[in-house]
């Protein structure tokens, strides 16, 4: 794979573009509010030329804003891996509709991930649905519903 | 159960939802009341709390009793888009079974004038059930030497305007200024009319307008102290689509009366129609509920009834001051009338907003 | 004054106004505890009530929902890393890092009796300033609140001190994301690509949401293990320390109190960025810190202001109708329902409904903290809990969060999208909190720069008020930089 330095400074340089980017969209605006964009986003591609050119040259290792130590991969899961349990998550939605998706998601990412027991999981999982149910109801929200529980919905009539 | 109307009424509705319970709903007779055993929705396309959603609750609070069959009301917000979100919403994914209706302000009706490319609405498919007009005031700082309309032209400092968007309620006053010859520097960007009016105190603008409630409570204050100086009123869009005087401020000329003594005779022409057009928008039918036109006529005829009703309740009128503004409940003919200026809206008056907004460099 | 002061005590201690207050308060407190659920979803929650209650019930009801929002949403900006809503996200700097240590509890009770004294000092400014607050606040022009939304733009010098270019970087990369949607001066909508929900904007929410929840969950979820691996003592142990410790610096309260009450009552900037600014001030002005690593201080600070800043807010609320926080935007609504026009009136004829709000502030403060230091001992120990357990639950309440903003699956995307971004600047040294405080003051920024210009010309530069908002500017600056020299020579 790509070292950690090769992804930050790609990193940098996709930040880079998409200023630059913004700043010659921004051109088009009405009057006043092109400038602002246009500005800034100038020189936010300025400041990640310089940067880049500081990694490049100097070769100092970007410093961590925060004191997190764990390596990622320490306890066996990538974070691609938890990315991809996201995905599934989110993938589910538009087949179930969100409560089923959750109620679903919760129990295979418990038992696969946690390591959890069948009682444990499906008592978590009613509680995660009753959660956005009770919620839903007391704020009058409608979330996705998913083609298959349409399907049910309609069947029941 | 009536719309959570108590804290113990909430704490049991929760619970009802919690155990799972629902209430079935019961098997309806042919003469049974068309809304028995539903929910009415009122879908607010903007967030909690704003003037829209409060008087979208302020009817909430009074349908369930007024409409026969005595429905559960909520009140959904969906924001977004400046509200086109919502709008839209109803547009293309609400069923016109008069279950949910919508509740809209000026920020929708004027991008529909305006041909915002969002907008996928066409206010012609719907009828409004109530509508609900509000007057507007304009006035000016006495630093300005302007005491009455006829001043207008000889002000002894330079006029400084603060809106909120000229594509908004402001182009109301941005065509005013335009009709009566004024010259004054518009500032936009502004948050509010609560921010504005605030801009006015401290003096960084001399002219402003505000609604009638907010007229009454906060600038009045300001007029009993020597700090403002009512000049005219937006007038009123009376059913034949005419600007008469606002009955609120009678001693106070309209922009109609202030044009007439300006340039001697009645407007008309494009900029004319522009202003009565987006005067109905923005004040005229300031918010507006509306039903889909194939809605069943069992539904409407229920809704109207009970606006009617709501619209005659002392009780709901005395509280209703602030939400509606001083001004009637519209409902029936009246309502549609009220509408009929933005529904029917003359192309070429909008046309005629559009270049204008362009001339200023604002299109 | 005094006489209708102790009156409206009097009104407040009855069942039917004090049960109200605490339904609020107990919303208030649920509210905040969900991560992305702030005072506005409250609200919504309540008003349907506020018509069937006497206004000063109604009202006390809502001021108890805002007043301990900021309270409870330190539990999962300290516990999680998460921001429990827009009100409480620099307690993470050090509030987080001391839950990961152990010391979760300890940080709970420092932060929760900063918040009791904030919120009783945001009371008592109240009361005091009400019969000037209406001179004082008509001071600041659209120059002045420009030249402090520059100053908490400074802030993000401050908050990357250490990695400065980057840090800039991330504020610009903030101001940029903010300029999304519609434009404060001129009719145009930017970056939209024709996506609707892009026209109003990235919601706040979101944004505080996919930049610290989703990274967390994802880093937490990965190392597999609890929040905290190990204890770091006896939690009733710890929690008193904290107590105690938030005593102790009483000085720091105050002074962040003041600049929460200052910053909430200026009307036009927004209470989000209160938090920030007194954090910001903190690191730079209290030699040999270690803000960001654990620094009790650093939990003090901002949770201090947040509570003290809905006390300031009512100020604009009530005299003159605007809001000054965004929970303040819907109380408004609320007073609207009531039949009460804010205004001059608040200190005349309304004046009783003021006192009201007043003392709502002040015993719903004490309410939630007594509610929240009961509950700290045990939900402390949910970082203790191994992170998968957890993990479901916090992701469904962050999802559900994000797409509360604005009900749309927009939401999700963004979030989604925001969560990677967060991801991976979090784990190339970049300063998320620059790009929330960029972000946060972008539009205020551009508004009244224009607002400025196209009213005064260049000659707003030289009004007093701007001036002096323009030395404090350059003294943090200095006095932060100077801190970080000499810590730097201290660590060589």
């Known amino acids: 794979m790509f070292s950690e330095r090769a992804v930050s400074i790609a990193l940098t340089a996709v930040v880079g573009i998409v200023l630059l980017a913004m700043a010659w969209g921004a051109q088009d ?17 300025v400041l990640a030329a310089v940067i880049i050119f500081r990694d490049l040259v100097v070769a100092r290792p970007p410093v961590p804003d925060e004191p997190v130590g764990d390596a990622a991969s320490e306890g066996g899961h990538s974070p691609l891996q938890v990315f991809a349990w996201f995905a599934l998550y989110f993938g589910l939605v538009p087949v179930l509709g969100f409560p089923l998706a959750t109620g679903v998601f919760t129990v295979a990412f418990l038992r696969v991930v946690a390591g959890a027991g069948w009682i444990l999981a499906i008592v978590y999982a009613a509680a995660a649905m009753g959660f956005i149910f009770f919620m839903g109801s007391m704020l009058n929200m409608e979330w996705p519903t998913g083609f298959v529980s349409r399907a049910i919905m309609s069947r029941m009539g | 159960m009536r719309n959570f109307n108590s804290p113990m009424g909430a704490l049991a509705g929760a619970a009802m939802v919690i155990a799972g319970l629902s209430v079935a709903a019961p098997v309806h007779a042919q003469d049974a009341p068309y809304y028995e055993g539903k929910t009415l929705n009122l879908l607010v396309p903007f967030g909690p709390g704003g003037g829209t959603d409060v008087w979208a609750r302020y009817l909430a609070e009074y349908l369930p009793e007024a409409i026969e069959g005595s429905p559960t009301v909520l009140v959904e917000n969906r924001p977004g888009g400046g509200s086109i979100t919502g709008v839209n919403h109803f547009a293309m994914q609400v069923e016109p079974d008069g279950e949910t209706v919508l509740i809209t302000s000026g920020s929708s009706i004027q991008p529909y004038l305006l041909e915002d490319p969002a907008v996928r609405y066409d206010l012609a498919d719907w009828r409004p059930v109530a509508a609900n007009p509000v007057g507007a005031i304009f006035y000016v700082h006495p630093s300005t030497g302007i005491e009455s309309a006829d001043d207008l032209g000889s002000a002894s400092e330079e006029l400084y305007y603060g809106g909120i968007s000229a594509t908004g ?10 009709l009566l010859d004024m010259n004054v520097q518009s500032i936009m960007g502004y948050d509010g009319k609560g921010p504005i009016r605030v801009a006015y105190e401290r003096g960084e603008v001399n002219t402003d307008y505000q609604v009638t409630p907010a007229y009454t409570t906060s600038v009045e204050p300001l007029v009993a102290a020597d700090q403002a100086v009512p000049i005219f009123t937006f007038g009123i869009i009376d059913a034949n689509g005419d600007v008469v005087a606002d009955e609120a401020f009678p001693d106070l000329p309209t922009v109609k009366d202030v044009y007439i003594s300006i340039h001697g005779e009645e407007p008309s022409g494009q900029a004319w129609e522009a202003y009565k057009t987006f005067l109905a928008a923005g004040f005229g039918v300031q918010k507006i509920m509306w039903v889909k036109n194939d809605t069943p006529e069992q539904a409407v005829a229920a809704l109207e009834e009970a606006i009617r009703q709501i619209a005659e309740d002392p009780e709901a009128i005395e509280r209703g001051v602030e939400v509606l503004g001083g001004y009637p409940l519209l409902y029936g003919e009246d309502a549609a009338a009220a509408a009929r200026s933005i529904v029917n809206a003359d192309p070429e008056a909008a046309a005629y907003a559009m270049s204008f907004l362009e001339e200023l460099g604002l299109r | 004054m005094l006489d209708a002061l102790m009156q409206a005590f009097a009104g407040i201690l009855t069942f039917g106004t004090l049960l109200p207050l605490l339904l609020g308060v107990v919303v208030g407190i649920v509210i905040g505890v969900l991560p992305g659920l702030g005072g506005v979803v409250g609200f ?19 001021i108890g929902l805002a007043a301990v929002v ?5 539990f999962p900006s300290v516990l ?10 620099a307690t993470i700097m050090d509030g987080y890092p001391l839950a990961r240590k152990g010391q979760g509890a300890r940080a709970l009770g420092a932060a929760f009796t900063a918040s009791l004294m904030g919120g009783l000092i945001g009371a008592l400014v109240l009361t005091a300033a009400i019969p000037i607050a209406r001179p004082l606040i008509l001071m600041f022009g659209s120059p002045e609140l420009l030249m402090l939304a520059i100053l908490g733009l400074t802030m993000v010098g401050i908050l990357s001190a250490g990695n400065a270019l980057r840090g800039v970087l991330a504020g610009i990369v903030g101001l940029m994301i903010g300029t999304i949607g519609a434009a404060p001066s001129d009719p145009e909508y930017r970056f939209t690509f024709d996506i609707l929900y892009l026209y109003d904007g990235v919601p706040l929410i979101v944004v505080a949401l996919g930049l610290f929840a989703i990274p967390e969950i994802v880093d937490l979820l990965a190392s597999g293990r609890a929040i905290a691996p190990e204890k770091g003592g006896a939690n009733m142990g710890q929690l008193m320390r904290g107590i105690r410790e938030g005593f102790a610096h009483w000085r720091l309260v105050l002074r962040c109190s003041g600049i929460g009450v200052i910053i909430g ?22 030699p040999n810190n270690h803000f960001g690593e654990g620094d009790i201080r650093g939990v003090i600070a901002p949770e201090s202001s947040n509570n003290a800043k809905e006390g300031g807010a009512l100020l604009p609320t009530l005299l003159f109708g605007i809001p000054g926080s965004g929970s303040m935007a819907v109380l408004l609504g609320g007073m609207t329902l009531l039949g009460i026009q804010p205004g001059p009136s608040m200190v005349t004829t309304d004046l009783p409904i003021t006192l009201t709000a007043i ?6 403060n004490i309410l939630g903290v007594v509610i929240c230091i009961a509950l700290a001992g045990v939900i402390a120990r949910l970082c203790f809990v191994p992170f998968p357990m957890l993990a479901p639950a916090i992701l469904l309440v962050v999802v559900f969060g ?3 903003a604005t009900r749309s699956w927009g939401d999700w995307v963004a979030l989604v999208l925001l969560g990677i971004l967060g991801w991976l600047m979090k784990r190339y040294g970049w300063s998320r909190p620059a790009i929330l405080v960029g972000f946060v003051l972008a539009p205020i920024t551009e508004q009244y720069f224009f607002i400025s210009m196209s009213r005064y010309g260049l000659e707003w530069m030289l009004r007093p008020g701007v001036v002096i908002v323009g030395v404090l500017i350059l003294a943090l600056l200095v006095s932060g930089f100077l801190l970080s020299r000499k810590e730097k020579k201290g660590v060589a």
């Open chain 2, 169 to 178: 309620n402001d182009l109301v006053m941005l065509l005013i200024f335009d």
């Open chain 3, 44 to 62: 919504s929650l309540l008003l349907p009530f506020v018509f069937n209650l006497e206004p000063s019930a109604a009202i006390a009801m809502l």
């Open chain 3, 265 to 286: 009552a200026i009307p036009g900037l927004g209470g989000s960025v209160v938090d920030w600014i007194s954090y910001s001030q903190a690191k730079a002005t209290i």
């Open chain 3, 70 to 74: 900021p309270t409870s949403d330190t």
């Open chain 3, 402 to 404: 994000a797409y509360q």
């Open chain 1, 29 to 45: 605006f009405l009057r006043y509010s092109r400038h602002f964009p246009f500005t800034f986003g100038l020189i936010g591609a």
């Open chain 3, 359 to 364: 003392w709502s502030l002040a015993i719903a």
């Open chain 3, 80 to 89: 999680m890393g998460i921001p429990g809503s827009s009100g409480s996200q």
